[in-house]
Each structure stands twice: as structure tokens, then as C-alpha cells.
């Protein structure tokens, strides 16, 4: 059973082959595991075993291992959202909102590379 049909039957509550599975991983953990396995980070979760794909659309960019260490720095995400942080710690802005908002009716509610949701 493939995960996504796993996920699909297990919220529809069918039968499955077993739970569906969804593991997060510290960034320094992936990088570790990564190490071990000899594989690229971005193929950890998958290697792992997961059924779920997890996406951020806030900026919560920290938990994937990006961080902002001066004022003014800046990242695109990947709906095409540009954060750059300013003011007090763990305070950021959000920027871009048209280049987001293109990219997710481009990509049929989601950024190119997210599979579909459920």
C-alpha cells in the first residue's frame, strides 16, 4: 500500500495495511541520520519510513533548520514567500504576499514539489 493511500483509508477509517507514520526530525538529527544512512538530508523522513509530508506556511522556518542570525537577513520559502527578520528576537516579517499568492494558484493550492493533500 502506497502512503498516500494508506493515509487516505486510514482518515476514512478502511482498513490498512499498518498505521501511517510520521516522524519530524530536529535538523541537527537529520543531518545525523543523513551522515549514517548516506543519503541526502531531504531524503531522511522518506528512508525513515514516513507517509506524511509536512510543510511550514507560517514562519516557523527555525524548525527546518534555517536561522536568521542579523537583522535584515532574509529567505524565500517555498511557496515563494520572502521572510526577512527584524525587531526583537524570533520576531519576523513577512513580505512578498503576490509572489505567494502566484506560486499557490500556479500550483494548484500548493508549491510546486508538495504533493497533494488528502
Known amino acids: 500500500m502506497k502512503s498516500r493511500e494508506r493515509v487516505v483509508n ?3 477509517k478502511r482498513p490498512v495495511d499498518r498505521v501511517p507514520i510520521f516522524m519530524w526530525f ?11 544512512l548516506e543519503i541526502p538530508p531531504a531524503f531522511v523522513a522518506e528512508a525513515m519510513g ?5 510543510t511550514w506556511v507560517n514562519n516557523n522556518y527555525a524548525m527546518e533548520g534555517i536561522v536568521h542570525e542579523r537583522e535584515g ?3 524565500v520559502d517555498a511557496w515563494g514567500i520572502t521572510w526577512t527578520s527584524w525587531g526583537q528576537p524570533r520576531s519576523r516579517g513577512q513580505l512578498s504576499h503576490a509572489r505567494a499568492a502566484a506560486a499557490t494558484s ?4 500548493r508549491p510546486s514539489g508538495v504533493r497533494g493533500g488528502v
Open 10 to 12: 486510514a482518515l476514512a
Open 26 to 36: 530536529h535538523p541537527s538529527t537529520a543531518l545525523r541520520l543523513a551522515s549514517l
Open 50 to 54: 514516513n507517509d506524511i509530508q509536512q
Open 73 to 75: 537577513e532574509s529567505h
Open 106 to 109: 500556479a500550483a494548484g493550492g
